[in-house]
T-cell receptor, first 114, second 112 residues
Framework: GENVEQHPSTLSVQEGDSAVIKCTYS??????FPWYKQELGKGPQLIID?????GEKKDQRIAVTLNKTAKHFSLHITETQPEDSAVYFCAATEGDNQGGKLIFGQGTELSVKP | GAVVSQHPSWVICKSGTSVKIECRSLDFQATTMFWYRQFPKQSLMLMATSNEGSKATYEQGVEKDKFLINHASLTLSTLTVTSAHPEDSSFYICSARAVGAFFGQGTRLTVV
Protein backbone atom coordinates (compact mmCIF):
# COMPACT_ATOMS: atom_id res chain seq x y z
CA GLY A 1 0.00 0.00 0.00
CA GLU A 2 0.84 3.66 -0.09
CA ASN A 3 3.32 5.14 2.37
CA VAL A 4 3.81 8.88 2.72
CA GLU A 5 6.79 10.40 4.52
CA GLN A 6 6.81 14.08 5.47
CA HIS A 7 9.69 16.33 6.61
CA PRO A 8 10.43 18.25 8.68
CA SER A 9 8.22 17.48 11.66
CA THR A 10 8.67 21.02 12.98
CA LEU A 11 9.66 24.19 11.18
CA SER A 12 10.22 27.63 12.64
CA VAL A 13 10.67 30.65 10.37
CA GLN A 14 10.74 34.41 10.73
CA GLU A 15 7.80 36.38 9.41
CA GLY A 16 8.37 37.19 5.76
CA ASP A 17 10.65 34.22 5.13
CA SER A 18 9.72 31.23 3.00
CA ALA A 19 8.80 27.78 4.31
CA VAL A 20 9.22 24.50 2.47
CA ILE A 21 7.74 21.16 3.47
CA LYS A 22 8.60 17.98 1.60
CA CYS A 23 6.84 14.66 1.15
CA THR A 24 7.71 11.41 -0.55
CA TYR A 25 5.34 8.64 -1.51
CA SER A 26 5.77 5.02 -2.44
CA UNK A 27 2.89 4.15 -4.77
CA UNK A 28 3.83 5.09 -8.32
CA UNK A 29 0.13 4.87 -9.30
CA UNK A 30 -0.84 7.74 -6.97
CA UNK A 31 -2.26 10.63 -8.94
CA UNK A 32 -3.70 13.18 -6.51
CA PHE A 33 -1.68 15.08 -3.90
CA PRO A 34 -3.46 17.54 -1.61
CA TRP A 35 -2.04 19.67 1.18
CA TYR A 36 -3.93 20.56 4.32
CA LYS A 37 -3.60 23.15 7.05
CA GLN A 38 -4.94 22.14 10.44
CA GLU A 39 -5.40 24.55 13.29
CA LEU A 40 -5.79 23.35 16.85
CA GLY A 41 -9.11 21.63 17.47
CA LYS A 42 -10.28 21.97 13.86
CA GLY A 43 -10.56 19.74 10.85
CA PRO A 44 -7.96 19.88 8.06
CA GLN A 45 -8.48 22.65 5.53
CA LEU A 46 -7.54 21.97 1.92
CA ILE A 47 -5.12 24.71 0.86
CA ILE A 48 -3.84 23.43 -2.46
CA ASP A 49 -3.72 20.21 -4.44
CA UNK A 50 -1.99 18.92 -7.52
CA UNK A 51 -2.70 16.11 -9.92
CA UNK A 52 -0.18 13.86 -11.58
CA UNK A 53 -0.41 15.47 -14.99
CA UNK A 54 0.92 18.77 -13.63
CA GLY A 55 4.38 19.58 -12.30
CA GLU A 56 3.62 22.78 -10.44
CA LYS A 57 0.66 24.76 -9.20
CA LYS A 58 0.52 28.13 -7.52
CA ASP A 59 -2.12 30.02 -5.59
CA GLN A 60 -0.98 33.42 -4.32
CA ARG A 61 1.67 32.75 -1.63
CA ILE A 62 1.32 28.98 -1.81
CA ALA A 63 2.80 26.67 -4.42
CA VAL A 64 3.17 22.93 -4.79
CA THR A 65 5.65 21.07 -6.96
CA LEU A 66 5.46 17.43 -8.00
CA ASN A 67 8.23 15.17 -9.27
CA LYS A 68 6.61 11.92 -10.32
CA THR A 69 9.86 10.29 -11.31
CA ALA A 70 11.35 10.79 -7.88
CA LYS A 71 7.95 10.37 -6.18
CA HIS A 72 8.12 13.49 -4.12
CA PHE A 73 6.13 16.70 -3.81
CA SER A 74 6.68 19.87 -1.87
CA LEU A 75 4.72 22.77 -0.41
CA HIS A 76 6.20 26.25 -0.65
CA ILE A 77 4.85 29.16 1.35
CA THR A 78 6.34 32.56 0.58
CA GLU A 79 6.17 35.76 2.63
CA THR A 80 5.03 33.83 5.68
CA GLN A 81 2.74 35.49 8.21
CA PRO A 82 1.99 34.58 11.85
CA GLU A 83 -1.43 33.32 10.79
CA ASP A 84 0.29 30.67 8.69
CA SER A 85 1.30 28.97 11.95
CA ALA A 86 -0.43 25.59 12.05
CA VAL A 87 0.14 21.91 11.35
CA TYR A 88 0.43 21.06 7.67
CA PHE A 89 -0.25 17.62 6.24
CA CYS A 90 0.49 16.22 2.82
CA ALA A 91 -1.45 13.31 1.41
CA ALA A 92 -1.48 11.00 -1.58
CA THR A 93 -4.07 8.70 -3.05
CA GLU A 94 -3.64 4.99 -2.71
CA GLY A 95 -3.56 3.76 -6.27
CA ASP A 96 -4.79 5.68 -9.28
CA ASN A 97 -8.30 6.36 -8.07
CA GLN A 98 -8.46 10.12 -7.51
CA GLY A 99 -11.67 9.62 -5.58
CA GLY A 100 -10.16 6.93 -3.42
CA LYS A 101 -8.72 7.02 0.03
CA LEU A 102 -5.91 9.34 1.02
CA ILE A 103 -2.83 8.37 2.96
CA PHE A 104 -1.39 11.17 5.09
CA GLY A 105 2.09 12.23 6.00
CA GLN A 106 3.05 12.67 9.63
CA GLY A 107 2.50 16.42 9.66
CA THR A 108 4.70 19.50 10.01
CA GLU A 109 4.17 22.00 12.78
CA LEU A 110 4.98 25.39 11.28
CA SER A 111 5.68 28.31 13.56
CA VAL A 112 6.03 31.78 12.08
CA LYS A 113 7.63 34.21 14.48
CA PRO A 114 6.70 37.89 14.18
CA GLY B 1 -14.45 24.92 -2.00
CA ALA B 2 -17.05 22.33 -1.10
CA VAL B 3 -18.46 22.30 2.43
CA VAL B 4 -18.52 19.28 4.70
CA SER B 5 -20.39 19.72 7.95
CA GLN B 6 -19.83 17.47 10.96
CA HIS B 7 -21.94 17.33 14.08
CA PRO B 8 -21.50 17.48 16.99
CA SER B 9 -18.20 19.32 17.31
CA TRP B 10 -17.66 17.81 20.72
CA VAL B 11 -19.37 15.25 22.93
CA ILE B 12 -18.81 13.79 26.37
CA CYS B 13 -20.37 10.44 27.11
CA LYS B 14 -20.32 7.84 29.83
CA SER B 15 -18.44 4.60 29.39
CA GLY B 16 -20.68 1.94 27.89
CA THR B 17 -22.98 4.30 26.01
CA SER B 18 -23.11 4.89 22.26
CA VAL B 19 -22.45 8.10 20.39
CA LYS B 20 -23.49 9.03 16.85
CA ILE B 21 -21.53 11.50 14.72
CA GLU B 22 -23.03 12.94 11.54
CA CYS B 23 -21.19 14.03 8.43
CA ARG B 24 -22.98 15.98 5.71
CA SER B 25 -21.88 17.26 2.34
CA LEU B 26 -23.78 20.55 2.11
CA ASP B 27 -23.38 21.61 -1.50
CA PHE B 28 -22.49 18.45 -3.35
CA GLN B 29 -23.31 14.78 -3.43
CA ALA B 30 -20.83 12.24 -2.16
CA THR B 31 -21.14 8.58 -3.00
CA THR B 32 -18.09 7.97 -0.87
CA MET B 33 -17.12 9.47 2.45
CA PHE B 34 -14.19 8.65 4.69
CA TRP B 35 -13.85 8.50 8.46
CA TYR B 36 -10.56 9.30 10.17
CA ARG B 37 -9.35 9.23 13.72
CA GLN B 38 -6.66 11.53 15.06
CA PHE B 39 -4.84 11.35 18.39
CA PRO B 40 -3.13 14.44 19.82
CA LYS B 41 -0.08 15.55 17.84
CA GLN B 42 -0.49 12.67 15.41
CA SER B 43 -1.55 12.31 11.82
CA LEU B 44 -4.93 11.26 10.49
CA MET B 45 -5.55 7.53 10.42
CA LEU B 46 -8.19 6.22 8.05
CA MET B 47 -10.77 4.09 9.83
CA ALA B 48 -13.20 3.24 7.07
CA THR B 49 -14.62 4.14 3.70
CA SER B 50 -18.34 4.81 3.72
CA ASN B 51 -20.18 3.87 0.53
CA GLU B 52 -23.67 5.14 -0.20
CA GLY B 53 -26.14 2.29 -0.29
CA SER B 54 -23.68 -0.43 0.63
CA LYS B 55 -21.53 -1.63 3.47
CA ALA B 56 -18.57 0.34 4.66
CA THR B 57 -15.05 -0.86 4.05
CA TYR B 58 -12.97 -0.93 7.21
CA GLU B 59 -9.23 -0.60 7.52
CA GLN B 60 -7.26 -3.37 9.11
CA GLY B 61 -7.50 -3.31 12.88
CA VAL B 62 -10.71 -1.27 13.03
CA GLU B 63 -13.59 -3.09 14.72
CA LYS B 64 -16.61 -2.86 12.44
CA ASP B 65 -19.00 -3.86 15.22
CA LYS B 66 -17.72 -1.07 17.42
CA PHE B 67 -17.63 1.68 14.80
CA LEU B 68 -20.89 1.41 12.89
CA ILE B 69 -21.06 3.38 9.67
CA ASN B 70 -24.21 4.17 7.75
CA HIS B 71 -24.28 6.06 4.46
CA ALA B 72 -28.00 6.32 3.89
CA SER B 73 -27.98 9.14 1.35
CA LEU B 74 -25.66 10.94 -1.02
CA THR B 75 -25.18 13.73 1.49
CA LEU B 76 -25.10 11.99 4.87
CA SER B 77 -22.85 9.46 6.55
CA THR B 78 -22.96 8.60 10.24
CA LEU B 79 -20.43 7.00 12.54
CA THR B 80 -21.72 5.40 15.72
CA VAL B 81 -19.23 4.50 18.41
CA THR B 82 -20.93 1.69 20.31
CA SER B 83 -20.27 0.79 23.93
CA ALA B 84 -17.70 3.55 24.14
CA HIS B 85 -14.72 3.23 26.46
CA PRO B 86 -12.14 5.81 27.56
CA GLU B 87 -9.67 4.50 24.98
CA ASP B 88 -12.14 5.53 22.26
CA SER B 89 -11.65 9.15 23.26
CA SER B 90 -10.22 10.86 20.20
CA PHE B 91 -10.81 13.41 17.46
CA TYR B 92 -12.96 11.91 14.69
CA ILE B 93 -13.04 13.58 11.29
CA CYS B 94 -14.99 12.83 8.15
CA SER B 95 -14.08 13.62 4.58
CA ALA B 96 -15.95 13.75 1.30
CA ARG B 97 -14.65 14.08 -2.23
CA ALA B 98 -15.84 16.77 -4.60
CA VAL B 99 -13.31 18.20 -7.03
CA GLY B 100 -10.93 17.97 -4.11
CA ALA B 101 -10.99 16.16 -0.80
CA PHE B 102 -12.70 18.19 1.93
CA PHE B 103 -12.97 17.60 5.64
CA GLY B 104 -15.51 18.31 8.31
CA GLN B 105 -14.70 20.29 11.42
CA GLY B 106 -14.08 17.17 13.46
CA THR B 107 -15.73 15.78 16.59
CA ARG B 108 -13.89 15.65 19.89
CA LEU B 109 -15.17 12.57 21.73
CA THR B 110 -14.42 12.21 25.42
CA VAL B 111 -15.54 9.04 27.18
CA VAL B 112 -15.63 9.27 30.96
Amino acid sequence: GENVEQHPSTLSVQEGDSAVIKCTYSDSASNYFPWYKQELGKGPQLIIDIRSNVGEKKDQRIAVTLNKTAKHFSLHITETQPEDSAVYFCAATEGDNQGGKLIFGQGTELSVKP
Amino acid sequence: GAVVSQHPSWVICKSGTSVKIECRSLDFQATTMFWYRQFPKQSLMLMATSNEGSKATYEQGVEKDKFLINHASLTLSTLTVTSAHPEDSSFYICSARAVGAFFGQGTRLTVV
